[in-house]
């Protein structure tokens, strides 16, 4: 639907405001970074998946015309940088020294005069490695003869990193051991993916030894928190380092952590006294950086015979490659796993999640995932369909019997969460109306009958996002709390400097709608400023969905405490009491008399100006506001997807993809679709297509886009999108935040399509990837 | 060696190895950033620019191999400071979020049309299927396409 | 990105030229066509040669589709899209445009030819099980003049064929034969994937029975042969849903899958029959409305 016509003053549908430049290939991405005196740095990678390394030899790279260094492991050691804290308190290497412990791992590192002779050089590096036995399955990290990975750790004896758990274990086990119930166990394991933003990831690093002062060009989702950590680490004062992150080519969590190549083109730039660029492929970005998932869950769930679930327990095994750098909050190893519970009221529940080092690449909580709820919902949603399955009910009558009831909400599950608003049933029947689901019941009967095999798939998903609390969300220390800045300028127009970071979802617009709505201010003239350190408050950037929820309730404070500004001002002006004074969006009135007002522009001219001023009131439309959010938000959705399988080939078509999302108020729908379209188009890639895969010598089989497959244009089908809404209570403007919904309810949507298609031929469960063999081996075993 | 095309219009000149690929040269040699690059297998399409009107992956062209050709990228798009309907179309229906695949689609978007004024979602969607988007699941980029065939106005090739 | 190593460029404005340079260069010299096959492994450095020669303006030449002494002659250098929308190659040969739609993607279509595909000769690639179904010959040019080559000995073995040094594939001739058929049938895992398998199948009908049948299949033998004892079950045979199985199943067993990320060898084996058989099925319709 075209948004030509509308401009509203506040939330509602309106075109971005980022778009022009974009249209016109001005976007300026880290790769549109020139420099003068720009040199161009590569990095060696091990083919190795585990090895000691014996030499490393770099004469013949150094005697290239055009390579100006090469750095190794060696020299970063005596820098004390060899080794970086990741923000799992864990430590991962930046350069190699002593052994390898994942194909790709960073070795050495060049820098040259152009991309192309980088990529010579890289060629001219001799290194000999002594292969040592690879840990290529998690189930195996544990076994008494696996190599010991991280040895470089003090006190580590095996590729153990940690337990954790939530819930209660015996009041659940108490209820499997019920006579009277129906229980299901399950292994659904998840995939590793990678979230493939179509950008890869580098960085521009600029040191000026004389200023001291460092800039870093960067493709980060999170600037300051990267400043922050590169102070701790490099030892250089916080206040000389600027992070920039300028237009990024998405995210999807995988440009939150800190890299290696950006560490080294740090140092790369200090040795040299240039500025240094470096910019990963695709097979380095696939097969090095942030992956996700790699979750190997089992899960068992109980439920009386008429349906209703009573409880659910899921223990975990976590893959997490050679060093923990998964980023989530630091009390929360698992992230936010335990909302395993999902949307539905029960009993009793109980999980446990154990990580384990493999030697292959770091990472794990990426890829939209809001801190392993993905990895959640997929395995409560796969469980209740199988629970279906077992009583011989409709799936979506078995959730409607078991969700959550809205008289019950704010809900505290019984894993310690408490969800704080939503009416379940509603969003479901929204989705069934939409979709016709009697309808299409009846039409796979019939199509049953003839042999044809179509599959309705139902998932509803719960999310907590907006993390967090900064009592009990931190990451590496620091608070998930944001700032806001809000400046009105003399002449009623606004800037507003925001710390999140956007990748595609709008900020630009979105915010400016914030404070239009609080103000009454256009959006066109409020000006929103992101992404570069040295001019926008602290926070903690963006991903886990927090942006509207944490640094939407900032901005939409600081305008609040502009208008309680404007306010003052306006009394001065009027000659009346601030109590005298109402708002309507865009200027204060006195009450009664409407006509006798300021318009917020005429506030701003005023504040500037020789109007005197009361005690205590201070001049200028200035404010600046950190916003601790009291709670997490819970959007949610139900979505169903419909699906043909052709059984002679295993493969599957999507027919109808129908989503309902409530992710409370919504500043921008044309935004919220877009960001739920590609939410989808992601969640049936990693349903049917993705998977990050490795053999026996931990060699990645996944290293490039003819592997790694994500949907095009021909994959995805027509999307159906509905809406209810349902506010959040404790947020400033009632938003929830969406960024992540659709890829934490996707998979499991279009899994239990398929599955529900197979019936006939007795088949309960698939594992993701669901590829056209895997269909034909399901069918066929 | 020498390296002599006409992009956007003009004729553009410069000196580069015979093994510069299309994209490096119109980014490193002329400056065009707008076209983007986002694999090494030729797999993603962020790179496509019109290669004598054709959508071409101009990461999988030597620059050499365009010498003598007509290359239009992104940056000639727009006509003496007026979008296209493709640009426009893209803006009105938010057929961009993070915008990295962007102007290859535009670009595929304009050859398209050109050959065919009022194509079917099928045929739109077959047209992009070399060229991959992460962000938006392609609705939109499909009704950007449809609004600029709605609203051809006068600028064609 | 990965890029290519460094290597000299010649650009040559004909046959004899580009021959003529494949002589005095060597085997360390490579033609580039459409480069879809040679660049993308030239980037990761699969593949070194010290020498490319642009046979890009070869297309006045070498790009043509025609009907000539009761053949359809394709020019080496003409582009897959021009194969896709060739409506005489379409009316004729239909699993040509079969073939076409469902290879890679419209940008590399544009560029990529069929001498291309051919001569790069993946065991995966779809226009040489398309050509040795319907019969096809290649014609090398090399300074001595030409010869033809039938497709099963045109292609040796993975990425091996029979052009020799200092010759080059110029032409691709099909036979023209009346109340014909054919189609062309393909599993992949997404737009634009390699096949897990395929199946190219043509038939003549002779009255109601078949007089001749060509089977080639993709992605799941070391390169595309064809399946005779499949094609030969089909001879002196009225086509019948029974008739197809048989040869599917011949056409299986015959094949040689490797298991690997697009499935093991056994699901292979299982698309190549029933591959075989839609493909089969679908040219015999086609051959019945001719």
């Known amino acids: 639907m075209a948004v030509a016509d509308e401009r509203p003053i506040g939330f509602g549908r309106m075109k971005r405001k980022e778009d022009p430049r974009f249209v016109r290939g001005q976007g300026n991405y880290v790769d549109d970074v020139v420099l003068p005196g720009m040199l161009h740095g590569a990095a060696l990678r091990s083919p190795l998946a585990h090895a000691r390394i014996v030499s490393i030899d770099t004469s013949a790279a150094l005697q290239h015309p055009k390579v100006r260094a090469v750095i190794t492991g060696r020299d970063l050691e005596a820098q004390g940088l060899a080794w970086m804290p990741t923000l799992s308190a864990d430590t991962q290497a930046v350069l190699a020294t002593d052994k390898v412990r994942f194909q790709g791992q960073e070795v050495a590192f060049v820098v040259a005069d152009d991309h192309y002779a980088a990529r010579d050089a890289l060629e001219l590096i001799d290194v000999e490695y002594d292969p040592l036995t690879v840990v290529h399955d998690a189930h195996r990290a544990l076994d008494a003869d696996a190599p010991v990975i991280r040895d470089d750790k003090e006190g580590q004896t095996s590729n153990h990193i940690f337990d954790w758990e939530a819930g209660n274990e015996a009041e659940t086990e108490a209820v499997f051991e019920d006579a009277d119930v129906v229980v299901v166990t399950q292994e659904i394991p998840f995939q590793r993916v990678h979230p493939a933003p179509l950008e890869t990831c580098g960085a521009v690093a600029d040191y000026d030894a004389v200023t001291g002062k460092l800039r870093l060009w960067c493709t980060t989702q999170a600037p300051h928190a990267h400043r922050t950590l590169y102070a701790l680490v490099a030892g250089l004062p916080e206040n000389k380092i600027q992070v920039i992150a300028p237009d990024i080519g998405g995210g999807f969590g995988n440009k939150v952590p800190i890299y290696p190549g950006y560490v080294c083109a740090v140092v790369a730039s200090i040795v040299t006294g240039h500025p240094v660029k470096w910019m990963e492929d695709r097979t380095e970005n696939l097969t090095s950086t942030g992956f996700a998932r790699d979750y190997l869950m089992r899960g068992k769930i109980a439920a009386d015979r008429d349906g209703r679930i009573r409880a659910l327990r899921v223990d975990v095994l976590a893959d997490h490659g050679a060093f923990n750098a998964t980023a989530q909050p630091s009390k929360y190893p698992a992230g936010f796993f335990h909302i395993f519970t999902g949307s539905y009221d029960l009993e009793a529940a109980y999980c446990t999640v154990r990580g384990v080092y493999t030697n292959k690449a770091p990472g794990g909580v990426a890829y939209r995932c809001s801190f392993r709820v993905t990895e959640a919902a997929y395995l409560v949603e796969r469980m209740v369909d199988l629970l279906a399955d077992e009583l011989g009910m409709d799936p979506v009558e078995l959730r409607m019997k078991s969700f959550i009831r809205s008289d019950q909400f704010p809900y505290t599950t019984k894993t310690g969460w408490e969800y704080d608003s939503g009416d379940y049933h509603a969003t479901m029947r929204e989705a069934m109306r939409i979709a016709g689901y009697d309808e299409l019941r009846r039409e796979q009967a019939e199509k049953r009958a003839r042999g044809e095999y179509m599959g309705v798939g139902v998932s509803f998903f719960t999310e907590t996002v907006g993390a967090g609390p900064r009592a009990k969300m931190d990451i590496a220390g620091l608070g998930m709390a944001d700032g806001a800045e809000l400046r009105v300028h003399p002449t009623g127009k606004a800037v507003l400097r925001i710390s999140v970071k956007t990748q595609g979802q709008g900020h630009e617009t979105t915010f400016a709608q914030i404070v239009a709505e609080e103000l009454g201010i256009p959006p066109e003239d409020v000006e929103v400023v992101h992404g570069d350190t040295d001019q926008t408050p602290f926070g903690l950037g963006t991903y886990g969905s927090r942006s509207t929820p944490v640094s939407g309730g900032a901005t939409a404070m600081v305008a609040r405490k502009v208008r309680e500004r404007a306010r003052q001002v306006a009394a001065a002006a009027l000659e009346v009491s601030p109590d005298d004074l109402e708002w309507e969006k865009g200027r204060w009135f006195v009450k009664g008399d409407r006509e006798k007002g300021r318009t917020i522009q005429e506030l701003a001219l005023a504040s500037h100006g020789a109007l005197e001023l009361p005690e205590g009131v201070e001049g200028h439309l200035d404010a600046v506001a950190v916003y601790d959010p009291p709670n997490l938000t819970y959007p949610y959705g139900a979505y169903i997807c419909v699906v043909d399988v052709d059984p002679g080939t295993g493969e599957v078509k999507l027919r109808r993809f129908i989503s309902v999302d409530d992710c409370g108020v919504r500043i921008n729908p044309m935004v919220v679709e877009g960001q739920i379209h590609g939410g989808i188009a992601e969640g049936i890639g990693i349903a049917l297509m993705q998977q990050i895969a490795f053999d026996e010598q931990g060699n990645c089989l996944s290293g490039s886009f003819m592997d790694y497959l994500v949907p095009s244009s021909l994959e995805v089908p027509d999307l159906e999108l509905g809406a209810t809404v349902t506010p959040s209570p404790h947020h400033p403007f009632g938003a929830k935040g969406v960024g992540e919904s659709a890829n934490v309810g996707a998979p499991p949507a279009v899994v239990n399509a398929v599955v529900d298609a197979l019936e006939p031929f007795g088949v309960r469960h698939v594992d993701m990837p669901v590829t056209p063999a895997r269909v034909w081996q399901a069918i066929h075993s | ?157 | 990105m990965q890029v290519p190593a460094p290597f000299d460029y010649a650009r040559a404005s004909s046959v004899d030229e580009a021959l003529g340079l494949l002589e005095r260069l060597g085997p360390e010299a490579r033609l580039v066509a459409g480069g879809h096959s040679l660049l993308p492994m030239m980037k990761l450095r699969l593949a070194t040669p010290e020498h490319l020669i642009d046979i890009n303006p070869l297309a006045e030449e070498l790009s043509y589709i025609r009907e000539q002494g009761g053949e359809i002659r394709i020019g080496a250098l003409t582009r897959h899209r021009e194969i896709l929308e060739s409506d005489l190659l379409a009316r004729h040969f239909p699993i040509m445009r079969d073939a076409e739609e469902m290879i890679a993607d419209p940008p590399v279509r544009n560029r990529g030819t069929i001498g291309g595909a051919l001569c790069q000769a993946d065991p995966s690639e779809d226009l040489s099980a398309v050509c040795a179904a319907l019969g096809g010959v290649a014609v090398i040019r090399g300074r001595s003049g030409e010869r033809v080559v039938e497709m099963p000995d045109f292609h040796r073995g993975p990425y091996e064929t029979a052009v020799e040094d200092a010759e080059m594939l110029v032409e691709v001739r099909i036979p023209l034969r009346p109340h014909g058929g054919s189609a062309y049938a393909k599993v992949k895992r997404r737009t634009g994937d390699w096949a897990t398998a395929a199946a190219g199948a043509a038939v003549w009908l002779d009255g109601s029975s078949i007089s001749a049948a060509g089977i080639a299949l993709s992605a799941v033998n070391p390169s595309s042969v064809r399946s005779t004892r499949a094609e030969e079950s089909l001879v002196g045979v009225a086509p019948s849903e029974e008739a197809f199985a048989a040869a599917a199943a011949l056409a299986a067993e015959d094949c040689e899958p490797i298991g690997d990320l697009r499935g093991p060898a056994d699901y292979k084996r299982h698309l190549a029959r029933e591959l075989t058989h839609r493909a089969l099925r679908r040219a015999a319709e086609r051959a019945l409305a001719s």
């Open chain 2, 1 to 157: 060696m020498q390296i002599n095309l006409t992009v956007n219009g003009e004729r553009a000149s410069a000196d580069a190895e015979p093994r510069t690929l299309l994209v490096h040269f119109l980014r490193d040699h002329l400056r065009l950033t707008g076209t983007h690059w986002g694999c090494d297998t030729s797999n993603c399409g962020a790179c496509v620019v019109l290669v004598d009107g054709e959508p071409v992956k101009s990461c999988t062209m030597l620059a050499a191999m365009a010498d003598g050709h007509e290359v239009r990228t992104v940056e000639g798009l727009a006509r003496g400071g007026e979008l296209d309907p493709v640009q426009q179309g893209f803006i009105e229906e938010h057929g961009l979020q993070c915008g990295f695949c962007t102007p290859g689609m535009m670009l595929t978007a304009r050859a398209l049309l050109d050959a065919n004024p009022k194509p079917s979602d099928e045929e739109i969607k077959v047209a992009i299927s070399g060229q991959i988007c992460r962000c938006t699941g392609y609705k939109n980029i499909v009704a950007a396409v449809h609004w600029a065939a709605e609203h051809p106005q006068e600028v064609s090739a």
